[in-house]
């Protein structure tokens, strides 16, 4: 059954925008409860990005939550043309829990990540030599990322239809299962109206298994 959710509210703020340039992006600074920093330095709370057309890829918006200069909980990306492109879960910085991702404003994959993550740069362990069985310190960068975990739906880009399911454990495919499309659906892209530093806020859609509709997470 499909349950229809409102996922997303986001806080208007006030102030007027300075844009800044750095390596590979457009941050938007706010002079209010956008893109800001605390006294390190770190990023924390809602940040907006405008990233400008860069080798030919086309620009597009990106906004979410740091915390401690890490991404947490709902990142969105969307077009120029305000049509979603993915919505990603974090945690620590690290993608962990569902995620979606759309092709001209339509669902077309959607699915969960298991993160790989710890608020540690290095990770500490000891090792015994074989031979003298002394006991030595080994100091290694701490393992950071992602894998593809669980249950993992692939959805026809024109008529929102499901055509694939996969079964992943730790990025390792498990079983997988096709289905046909049959004819006559056609799904309806998810636009926003307004962006965050507009005032805006984002509403969506559940999908059901084996059903069509565009979808925000929860």
Known sequence: MLKRIVVFLLMACSGSLVVA?????KDT????????????????????????VHFGDPG??????YIDDRKNGLWYTMSK???????????MGELDGPAQYF??????????YRGIFTPYANDTFWVKDPYTLADTMVVTPAERG????GLWRYYDAETGHLIME????????????????????????VRAPK????????????TGKGKSRNSLIK
């Open 21 to 25: 340039q750095t390596k590979q992006e």
């Open 29 to 52: 600074v706010a002079q209010g409860n956008l893109n800001r920093l605390d006294a390190k330095q770190r990023k924390q709370g809602m940040w907006f990005y405008d990233h400008p």
């Open 60 to 65: 597009y918006y990106e906004f979410g939550t």
């Open 81 to 91: 043309e305000r049509l979603l492109m993915s919505i990603e879960n974090y945690k």
């Open 103 to 112: 092709e001209n404003g339509r669902l077309v994959m959607m699915g969960n």
């Open 146 to 149: 992602h894998t593809k975990h």
């Open 166 to 189: 996969r079964e992943y454990q730790v990025d390792i495919i498990l079983s997988e299962k096709k289905f046909s499309v049959p004819e006559g659906l056609k799904s309806a892209p």
């Open 195 to 206: 962006l965050p530093h507009e005032g805006g806020k984002v509403k969506g859609w559940s």
